[in-house]
């Protein structure tokens, strides 16, 4: 009997000291470099080579920060955490592969100062599987074979917010909403460059979002709205060089203001784009038209 008490005395030891060992391990704050070593614990001192390597030892809605320019390879993210390498430039080169993934309920990602490079046959810059909020601030999407955001959630309500971002060199759209079953989106993107996609921002089924401040050009289409429950509201924006700026396609409604839509092919089309007035829209091969104007209080 007493060596049966012994023995469970010292198993809940171990299971004790392997428990804090693990919580040890997941840090608030990690960091990653060049020359460091997936082996160490992502401290300052010894930090880890990869993000995948970092992002294991990295608490719930803790913080990855690069501690030079390197490159950290592609990364899968199934929890709310920051990826902030705003002051050195973190990049991923994707070939053949994802460039980020983020697949987990409910969370919130956000990435800070990163260039993401698809080398021309990566597949998504950062694809969005399922999550709740997805923030890009300073982020570089470039050379990818389908689409700079793919956000393909199929329940549940989706946020992007995107700022002082580019997206480039893609064959498919820099961001693209395909959006299922009972899911949702919304997307804001301000003061960002899109050129040289399919289609710059594509609002699909189920999908709004607004558009400010920011340059599209020599893209296929600028920005679409697709289908009767999609909204897209785009103001102060400089659309030019495109086959088309803005199109409302198959019902899907467009709100525009202030915009400078010039040099495309058809600067508007479509049957439901409405005016909060000051665009200019003029010198394409077609300018297209207004539905109406939109309410203004």
């Known amino acids: 009997m007493n060596s049966f008490k012994s023995t469970i005395k010292i198993f809940t030891f171990f299971v004790f000291v392997f428990a804090f060992a693990s919580m040890a391990q997941a840090q608030t704050r990690t960091w990653v470099s060049g020359v460091g070593d997936d082996a160490n614990p992502c401290s300052r001192t010894a930090p880890c080579k990869t993000f995948a390597g970092a992002i294991s030892k990295t608490a719930t809605n803790g913080e990855i920060n690069c501690l030079d320019p390197g490159g950290y390879g592609a990364v899968t993210i199934t929890k709310s955490i920051t990826i902030d390498c705003e002051d050195t430039q973190g990049s991923i080169l994707a070939s053949l592969t994802n460039g980020l993934i983020v697949n987990g ?45 793919s956000i393909e959630n199929s329940s549940g309500a989706f946020s992007l917010v995107v700022r002082n971002s580019s997206f ?5 759209n820099g961001i693209n909403t395909f959006v299922t079953g009972t899911g949702s989106a919304s997307v804001a993107v301000g003061s960002s460059l899109f050129a040289f996609t399919n289609i710059a921002i594509n609002f699909g089924v189920s999908a709004k979002g607004a558009v400010h401040d ?18 897209l509201s785009a103001q102060n924006n400089q659309i030019s060089h495109n086959t088309t700026g803005v199109f409302a396609a198959n019902g899907g409604n467009v709100r525009i203001g202030g ?32 539905t109406g104007p939109a309410a203004v209080q």
């Open 105 to 149: 309920a409910g969370v919130d990602v956000r990435l800070r100062g990163l260039s993401i490079a698809g080398a021309g046959n990566g597949i998504n810059c950062v694809r969005m599987i399922q999550g709740g909020k997805l923030t890009l601030d300073e982020v570089v999407c470039n050379g990818f074979t389908q689409h700079g955001v």
């Open 168 to 172: 480039r060199n893609l064959s498919g």
């Open 214 to 231: 920011s340059t599209i050009t020599n893209n296929g289409t600028g920005l679409r709205a697709d289908g009767a429950t999609s909204n």
């Open 259 to 290: 915009n400078l839509i010039t040099g495309n092919g058809t600067g508007l089309s479509g049957a439901n784009i409405l005016s909060f007035g000051q665009n200019s829209v003029d010198g394409n091969t077609v300018n297209g038209a207004i």
